[in-house]
């Protein structure tokens, strides 16, 4: 370790380590764009610069090495001057567009220009002008008049994806950002340059001009598309007589799972809960309403003690799976997780992606619960009530022979096959519930989003306790049945999950 001085507060840090690193993790401001933590330094913005005692002329914090005892300014008249001045550069060919531009609210470019307060451009020759939307693909645009060269984007495709999809082209104030002939971007990690971009230069197509920043809530999650579990921000919000929407998936740093990145599919997912949601209870084909199609679930286990199967997805949380396992004793049912087409091994990758597409499969066997076809096959054989939970695939069982079979389904989307359906039960969707996910690598993380809608229906959880008849409605309250029962949980404090994922051994 060493001891530095940074603006006269004594601050003790790691020897060696880059400057710009400590003073962002002391939470010390530092104007930067070229330098990102997933990517490191390039030294090309010339934004950080900061005063070091000894040196003839200010130095750029991204490319300086700690050394015990240095005494460090980052602010006061003379680097004030400095970056004032080096802002002014970044901003002389800038359209300064920011009332039409995307990224208004959450652009460092932006932020620094208010802070610094350059409101007037002292040049007297036209600014040289780009072109405003660039088509990259893969849902990326580019506006080449707000790029300031920070290069993060093409060291991106450089150094992390490998996919040297970006280069800077042509020279001095006519140099941009480009594909090269003929070659989009097009690999599967490719909108992370969006989040990257620290200015308004890439936007993404999926999500541009659909919402400003600041009208949008956030809700930490994890992707439910595979294994990996990604950590997300979800962005949403509700407009005055509508329901709330979901408008974007963010990555969220999490150094155990996936880093500063997601992929583009778990990215673009939120669309399915916007989209894809079910709303209306069902019973034999007629719309019901909420409580008595609960009710009827009540009754159709009651009647059907030593006879029902609940076919369960592998996506629920592990409190779901914990409270259905109690459910199932108490009604002495089967429970199966079989899932024919849980892999796909055109998904995965050796970066983030995975083959395995359940995002909680590890749970399974810690809980007790079985997903092979042998015990799928024969609890179909053995049921008489076959219950479908957070998921629709009653399709599966057209290979047996099930006509004398009543088949419910409680789901939060649209179900695949509606047809010969005793009942379906709407349950709130993945954003709507908080909950317990273990990845593939064995990464405990606790998911806290819960969006509600307008036509809101029960939380899994709260539809099990009814289903039981207790009073265990939250991850919180089930929380002491898993420390109880699972043995590796025991160490784990629920109130420190959300902040804290944790590797368990498995
Ligand atoms: S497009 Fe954005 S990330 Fe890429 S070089 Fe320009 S400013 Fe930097
Ligand atoms: S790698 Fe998997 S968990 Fe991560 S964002 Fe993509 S689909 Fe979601
Ligand atoms: S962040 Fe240091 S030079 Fe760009």
Redesign the pocket.
Known sequence: MANITVDGKTLEVKEGALL?EELLTNNINIP????HPALG????????MVEIEGQKRPQ???DTPIKNGMIIRTKGANIDRVKRSILELELINHPIDCPICDQAGECQLQNYYMDVGLYESRLSTPKVHGQKHVDLGANVVLDQERCVLCTRCVRFTKNITKTDELGVFARADHSVISTFPGQPLKDPYAMNVVDLCPVGALTSKDFRFHKRVWFLQTEEAICNRCARGCSLYVDHHKEKYKDEMIYRYRPRFNDKVNGYFICDTGRLSYTYENENRNFHPMIRGKESEYEYAEGKLLRLVKRNIGKTLFVISSDLSLEEMVRIKALATMYDAQISAYEPNRFDEHFGDDFLKCNDLSSNARALPLVGIEDHYEGFALGIDKAELIVFIGRSDSGLLKDFSCTTKSIAIVYGYQPEVNEGLELLLPITSHTGRAGTFINCDGIVQFSQCAISHNSEHKKLLELLAMLIGDTLFTCSDVWNEIVCKIECFKELKFDELPKNSQKICL
């Open positions: 710009i930067h764009f070229c330098y330094k390039d030294g090309n913005c010339r934004m950080c750029i914090a991204c």
